[in-house]
């Protein structure tokens, strides 16, 4: 027994990582399907470290009826002409874009966070999957927002390239290889060089008539989300920025707290929290960098520290694999969620 799954985009990186997680995690399936562009139509991918592999289908010709759920990693475009017509076909659609996030009467999931808003899928039969850089903050701030209550959050990110896409993976690598042997360096994904470098612009600049004039979009989602998915009362001021990583994206996080909360509550607070793993040593080498959250579900934090400029304050470092917590597992756990709470196995 079990559900009707289709991965809608399953050849780009978040599609695979989500075939990889649906293996990993033994998620119950009846039947299991891998959807993409014509272009990739008739491909073979595996479906995750089993020996069992997957015919790519053609999204313009799929019929979504008698499907259970559809994971939707194909980006804004395909996803506003494909998703409403799977919806409409009976399947719960889970999407990794932008494009549903913030609309009233579609839930924005983080399933550690906020698992109680999925009972409102069913007016549209859409959720939605948060940004990735929102998705790995809110895990390490909501156990703390319940003890304290968050008033004020300033981030500051450190955004792999997997962010942008294969296109971002291969730009640094072939950057960082031009950058040895001497040849051009071609710039084609991001606005500046990305090897040996940062970049502290993430998607496109907010229009000037908004409170947001000077900030850029991907600076705009982390505030709106945080709002929709913890609180509305939490202000959120972010810094986005491109770093020469491949994957697993890092923030700096600044709290300010309605009530008092010390050090060792915090991480006592942490070591217990649903998706959170705290390393917190003060010494060196004790904390988690990208390079080591590669692969790993969990939200990990580390520099758990006093804001002595505020009265209420606190400072931490927080890491995750951003295709696989900011992205992929994220709409995995809202699926394995959707199952307990509202689907049944066929």
Excluded at 1 to 21: F, K, Q
Excluded at 140 to 153: F, N, Q, S, W, Y
């Amino acid at each position: 027994m079990g559900y009707r799954v289709v991965v809608v985009g399953a050849t780009g990186n978040v599609g695979r990582e989500m075939l990889n997680i649906l293996a990993e995690r033994e998620f119950p399936l009846a039947d299991i399907a891998a959807v993409a562009s014509p272009r990739s139509q008739g491909d073979i991918i595996d479906f995750g470290e089993t020996d069992r592999t997957l015919k790519v289908q053609s999204i313009e010709h799929f019929d979504f009826t008698g499907w259970d759920i559809a994971l939707f990693a194909a980006g804004s475009g395909p996803t506003r002409i494909h998703a409403p017509r799977a919806a409409e076909a009976g399947c719960v659609v889970i999407d990794n874009s932008s494009l549903y996030r913030m609309e009233r009467d579609v839930p924005l999931i983080v399933p550690e966070v906020n698992p109680e808003a999925i009972d409102g899928y069913a007016k549209r039969n859409i959720i939605a999957n948060p940004n990735c850089s929102t998705a790995q903050m809110v895990v390490a701030l909501k156990p703390l927002h319940d003890e304290a209550g968050i008033t004020r959050v300033v981030v500051s990110t450190y955004q792999s390239v997997s962010g942008a896409g294969k296109a971002g993976m291969d730009e640094l690598f072939n950057q960082t290889r031009a950058v040895f042997v001497g040849d051009e360096k071609v710039q084609e994904k991001f606005t500046k060089q990305i090897a040996f470098n940062v970049i502290p612009h993430i998607d496109v600049f907010m229009d000037a008539s908004s409170d947001y004039d000077g900030y850029t979009k991907e600076e705009w989602k982390m505030a709106a989300e945080t709002n929709k998915i913890l609180s509305p009362d939490i202000r959120v001021t972010a810094t986005c920025v491109r770093v020469p990583v491949f994957v697993g994206h890092s923030e700096a996080i600044n709290i300010e707290f309605e009530r008092p909360i010390s050090v060792a509550k915090a991480q006592s607070i942490l070591r217990e929290a649903p998706g959170v793993m705290l390393i917190d040593k003060r010494e060196d080498g004790g904390y988690v960098t990208p390079v080591e959250c590669v692969g790993d579900y969990a939200t990990f934090v580390s520099r758990v520290r006093k804001d002595p400029t505020v009265e209420n304050g606190l400072t931490l470092w927080c890491v995750s694999d951003n295709l696989r917590k900011g992205a992929a597992l994220n709409a995995v756990q809202i699926a394995e969620l959707l199952g307990r709470r509202h689907l049944k196995k066929a």
